[in-house]
T-cell receptor
Framework: EAGVAQSPRYKIIEKRQSVAFWCNPISGHATLYWYQQILGQGPKLLIQFQNNGVVDDSQLPKDRFSAERLKGVDSTLKIQPAKLEDSAVYLC????????????FGPGTRLTVT | SQQGEEDPQALSIQEGENATMNCSYKTSINNLQWYRQNSGRGLVHLILIRSNEREKHSGRLRVTLDTSKKSSSLLITASRAADTASYFCATDAGYSTLTFGKGTMLLVSP
């Protein structure tokens, strides 16, 4: 089966610019996650969707980050305006549903803010 | 905040040796999972152990969980160069929301 797809793979922007990332989860997976992974650290959950509803966005910096999952399939994560500290890899993951299920991760988007 | 803390931060061994990584966490969990990350394959799920389980095996992997000590260990037996990667424990306190540790970097030399 096809894995989690993400684009773009790399993005370089200047601070105060905006950027958007796209994720297509594994077909049939109801739960979708966005993580931020800063170099040398483990992934940190930004937002979790169950179908097209938000389950947890407690660690999403809502003044600059937004995410949506239209029709319960694809998702986009946006940063506006970007700050230097947003430089990280943004990972998208999906799982069949909530519960005792493993998460499948995409290759990530490496964002550099200069 | 990151709940799981892996120990050691880095581990270097020879092929054929066993590698043991430990994870400690702070609050009650529903389950604990281990993931591997390398540049070639990204982040990959290895094993999930539920809070009512004490030990689980998968191939060359053995995971233990001690909820009274809030700790888990991952043992990789007969290590191979291809096992070189970062290993993360991730705790699920409920609702499938994972909290990852900072990881252990494992280097397996031929």
């Amino acid at each position: 089966e096809a894995g989690v797809a993400q684009s773009p793979r790399y993005k370089i922007i200047e601070k105060r610019q905006s950027v958007a990332f796209w994720c297509n989860p594994i077909s049939g997976h109801a739960t979708l996650y966005w993580y931020q992974q800063i170099l040398g650290q483990g992934p940190k959950l930004l937002i979790q969707f169950q179908n097209n509803g938000v389950v947890d966005d407690s660690q999403l910096p809502k003044d600059r980050f937004s995410a949506e999952r239209l029709k319960g399939v694809d998702s986009t994560l946006k940063i506006q305006p970007a700050k230097l500290e947003d430089s990280a890899v943004y990972l998208c993951a999906s799982s069949l549903r909530q519960g005792f299920y493993e998460q499948y991760f995409g290759p990530g988007t490496r964002l550099t803010v200069t | 905040s990151q709940q799981g803390e892996e120990d050691p931060q880095a581990l270097s061994i020879q092929e054929g040796e066993n590698a043991t990584m430990n994870c400690s966490y702070k609050t009650s969990i529903n389950n604990l999972q281990w993931y591997r990350q390398n540049s070639g394959r990204g982040l990959v799920h290895l094993i999930l152990i539920r809070s009512n389980e004490r030990e689980k095996h998968s191939g060359r992997l053995r995971v233990t969980l001690d909820t009274s000590k809030k700790s888990s260990s991952l043992l990789i037996t007969a290590s191979r160069a291809a096992d070189t990667a970062s290993y993360f424990c991730a705790t699920d306190a409920g609702y499938s929301t994972l909290t990852f540790g900072k990881g252990t970097m494992l280097l397996v030399s031929p």
